[in-house]
C-alpha cells in the first residue's frame, strides 16, 4: 500500500527553481526531500517553509558526486520510506564562446546538468522499479531544442539531459513509472542575476514551479511527457 503523504526528491533545492518547487510541494502538504550544496540556502528555506503543511528534510550534497546521492537515497528512505517523485533540477549555466572553451568548462557543465539526472535517476528508478510506481521529472531548458550563442557548453549538457530523460521514459515504462521532461526558457532566477535583463521580460520561477506541479496530479495511467514554457515574448 501507497503512503498516503506523499514525497517528491527536489536536487537543486536551494535557489531558483527548486526553491519554488519546493515551497508549492510543501503549501500542498507533500514531505520534501530538499538537496543542495549551500546550507544556508536549504536552512532559509525550512524557515521560510515553517507555516506550510508538509514536512521538509533538508541534505546538504553535490549531485554529481555518487556517494552523497547513496546519502540522498538512505535519507529519503529513512524519513519518509520512499520517493513518490524526483525532481531532477540542479543545474549550473555558464555561457562562453566555442572558441574559447576549455575542456573543463565542458565537462563541468556536463556533469551539473546531464551527469547529476543520471546519477540521481538511477538510484531513485531502482527503488521506483520495486515498487512499480513514481515519476521523474528532468527540467532540462529550450537549450535543447534550438541553439543559443555563447552556451555550446549549456546547449550539449541540456541536449544530453534530454535524450537521457527520453531513453529513461522508454525503459521504465514497463515498471509503470512516468517520466516528464521540461523545457523551460528563461526565468528570472539566481542565473539571471546581474545580468540586466528586465525581471519582467522573463517568466516567474514560482509560475515555473506551479505549472510542473500540475503535471504529477493526474491519473496513474497518464503522463504528460514533455512541457516547454516560454515567456511570452520569447527567448532572449
Ligand atoms: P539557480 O537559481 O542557479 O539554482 C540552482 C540550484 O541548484 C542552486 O540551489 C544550486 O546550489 C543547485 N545546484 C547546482 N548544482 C548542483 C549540484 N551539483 N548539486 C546540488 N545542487 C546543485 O538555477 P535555476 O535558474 O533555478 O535553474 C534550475 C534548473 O532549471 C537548472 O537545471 C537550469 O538549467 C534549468 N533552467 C533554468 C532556466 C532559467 O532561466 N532560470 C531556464 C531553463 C532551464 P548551489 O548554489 O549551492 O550550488
Redesign the pocket.
Given at each position: 500500500m501507497g503512503n498516503l503523504i506523499k514525497t517528491v526528491v527536489i536536487?537543486?533545492?536551494?535557489?531558483?527553481?527548486?526553491?519554488e518547487l519546493s515551497l508549492v510541494f510543501l503549501n500542498a502538504g507533500w514531505n520534501v526531500v530538499a538537496?543542495?550544496?549551500?546550507e544556508s540556502?536549504l536552512d532559509s528555506l525550512v524557515e521560510e517553509s515553517r507555516q506550510l503543511k508538509g514536512s521538509i528534510h533538508t541534505i546538504i550534497?553535490?549531485?554529481?558526486v555518487s556517494g552523497d546521492i547513496k546519502r540522498l537515497v538512505s535519507e529519503t528512505t529513512q524519513h519518509f520510506g520512499y520517493a513518490d517523485v524526483l525532481v531532477n533540477?540542479?543545474?549550473?549555466?555558464k555561457s562562453i564562446p566555442f572558441l574559447e572553451m576549455t575542456e573543463d568548462f565542458f565537462s563541468d557543465q556536463s556533469?551539473?546538468?546531464a551527469l547529476?539526472t543520471f546519477l540521481v535517476s538511477q538510484q531513485f528508478g531502482l527503488q521506483m522499479k520495486t515498487r512499480k510506481a513514481g515519476h521523474i521529472i528532468n527540467?532540462?531548458?529550450?537549450?535543447a531544442k534550438r541553439p543559443f550563442v555563447g552556451s555550446v557548453g549549456?546547449c550539449s549538457a541540456?541536449s544530453a539531459q534530454d535524450g537521457l530523460g527520453k531513453v529513461m521514459r522508454e525503459e521504465l515504462k514497463p515498471y509503470n513509472i512516468r517520466v516528464t521532461n521540461v523545457?523551460?526558457?528563461?526565468?528570472?532566477?539566481?542565473?539571471?542575476a546581474g545580468s540586466g535583463v528586465d525581471e519582467n521580460r522573463?517568466?516567474k520561477?514560482s509560475d515555473v514551479a506551479e505549472t510542473i506541479f500540475k503535471v504529477v496530479n493526474l491519473d496513474d495511467n497518464m503522463v504528460i511527457e514533455e512541457i516547454v514554457l516560454r515567456p511570452v515574448a520569447g527567448d532572449l
Open positions: 536536487t537543486g533545492a536551494g535557489k531558483g527553481i527548486g526553491r538537496f543542495s550544496r549551500t540556502d550534497g553535490d549531485a554529481t533540477n540542479a543545474g549550473v549555466f556533469k551539473a546538468n547529476s527540467i532540462i531548458s529550450v537549450a549549456y541540456k523545457y523551460p526558457g528563461a526565468a528570472f532566477t539566481n542565473s539571471w522573463l517568466m520561477a
